[in-house]
């Protein structure tokens, strides 16, 4: 076949496709063009609601809006800040992974549920639980969204006087062998070995002894009977990981699929290095409560005490018996940023079978700044 004759076969196909498209177009072609939204199932107060969870899934921020009974109370760039946050948080990086709807009560002109939105994190699940109506327009069901506005701060001047920490590096042109700062002295204080369901965990606390702040992280190596490694994991994000001078991380370490009657021995290796380091910002934690009852949780609020935001905030729990013994070690991350002087809650579960052996905790708060103030 020559050139010519397969540049005219494809002209002419070309040609054929796009007068089938323009005739017959698909659904979700009308929709990319401008031409209108896919029609969604509202016959039914859980099929809207349904409907609504699909769109957020896709990311179609704007069908979700527009599908909306009470629109007209938020715009559309509201609506996205509510579900993804008013400034950079996990949520910004992350997607709805599933959707679940509870009903509460209905009639036949509106209804109620309890809905868990799970979205996937960089570090897991964060759930967002909402309590949702839905009212009967018409023929059709509709979503009334429960918008949460964004507290406004009033204009002020917050003075900060928290310690800072600079460090100087040895430099490339200083004398060969010149000694650099020293590293930080870090001591790990406890450590247990524990036997899950899931696997053999590692938890203890790591000191820091000196008086510069340190970035720090801990790796167990588990030995058998004959003092063999059988595997090596780190404490990755279940520790905080900066220290100022003689503060005390709990750190947590899993090893899947081992079980704890292999070990033989555990071999524990603290890392340490000098950073630049500030006690800005100071996080509070306020109207703590330690709940062992039926449905065993650490919970409270966090609250920025300082001018800057806290885009991420990390809420590590360690829980003791009554001798002072290290029982369990629980995490939770916020998924939303640390406005100053807002508080923002956590909620920390704790495995029901530890509870009844819990008599106090210590609870941690870390954060991560991505820079810029309220």
């Known amino acids: 076949m020559s050139g010519r004759?397969?540049?005219?076969?494809?002209?002419?196909?070309?040609?054929?496709?796009?007068?089938?498209?323009?005739?017959?177009?698909?659904?979700?072609?009308?929709?990319?063009?401008?031409?209108?939204a896919l029609a969604n199932d509202t016959s039914s107060p859980q099929a809207a609601l349904r409907s609504f969870g699909d769109d957020i899934h896709a990311q179609a921020w704007g069908k979700a809006y527009f599908s909306l009974a009470n629109r007209a109370q938020f715009t559309l760039p509201q609506f996205m800040a509510d579900m993804m946050g008013y400034y950079p948080n996990l949520r910004t990086y992350s997607g709805l992974d599933t959707f679940e709807i509870a009903p509460v009560h209905a009639t036949d002109t509106d209804a109620e549920f309890h809905v868990k939105l799970h979205w996937a994190t960089v570090v897991g699940d964060a759930v967002d639980n909402r309590d949702v109506h839905v009212v009967k327009n018409g023929d059709r069901w509709q979503v009334d969204w429960p918008f949460t506005k964004q507290p406004v701060l009033p204009p002020q001047v917050i003075p900060v006087n928290y310690l800072r920490w600079d460090v100087i590096y040895r430099g490339a042109g200083d004398d060969w062998g010149a000694a650099d700062v020293e590293q930080p002295h870090v001591k790990i204080i406890?450590?247990?070995?524990?036997?899950?369901?899931?696997?053999?965990?590692?938890?203890?606390?790591?000191?820091?002894?000196?008086?510069?702040?340190?970035?720090?992280?801990?790796?167990?190596?588990?030995?058998?009977?004959s003092q063999q490694p059988i595997a090596t994991e780190g404490s990755f994000d279940k520790i905080s990981h900066l220290?100022?001078?003689?503060?005390?991380?709990?750190?947590?370490?899993?090893?899947?699929?081992?079980?704890?009657?292999?070990?033989?021995?555990?071999?524990?290796?603290?890392?340490?290095?000098?950073?630049?380091?500030?006690?800005?910002?100071?996080?509070?934690?306020?109207?703590?409560?330690?709940?062992?009852?039926?449905?065993?949780?650490?919970?409270?609020?966090?609250?920025?005490?300082s001018g800057q935001i806290a885009n991420v905030a990390h809420v590590l729990g360690t829980f003791y018996d009554q001798n002072g013994n290290l029982v369990w070690v629980a995490d939770q991350y916020v998924d939303h940023a640390l406005l100053p002087q807002t508080p923002v809650a956590f909620n920390i579960h704790i495995p029901e079978d530890l509870a009844h052996k819990i008599a106090s905790q210590r609870t941690v708060i870390s954060t991560f700044n991505m820079g810029g103030t309220a």
């Open 5 to 36: 004759l397969l540049a005219l076969i494809l002209f002419a196909a070309t040609i054929v496709f796009v007068v089938i498209g323009t005739v017959w177009p698909l659904p979700e072609a009308v929709v990319f063009a401008g031409g209108g």
């Open 190 to 225: 406890d450590m247990h070995p524990v036997q899950r369901a899931e696997g053999t965990f590692i938890m203890g606390e790591l000191l820091n002894e000196d008086v510069v702040p340190a970035y720090v992280s801990v790796t167990a190596t588990l030995l058998n009977k």
């Open 243 to 305: 220290l100022l001078p003689k503060q005390v991380t709990p750190f947590f370490i899993k090893f899947a699929d081992v079980n704890l009657s292999q070990v033989g021995g555990v071999r524990m290796t603290p890392f340490s290095t000098l950073i630049p380091a500030s006690a800005d910002p100071v996080i509070e934690v306020q109207d703590e409560k330690l709940d062992t009852s039926a449905v065993p949780s650490l919970s409270g609020q966090l609250v920025n005490q």
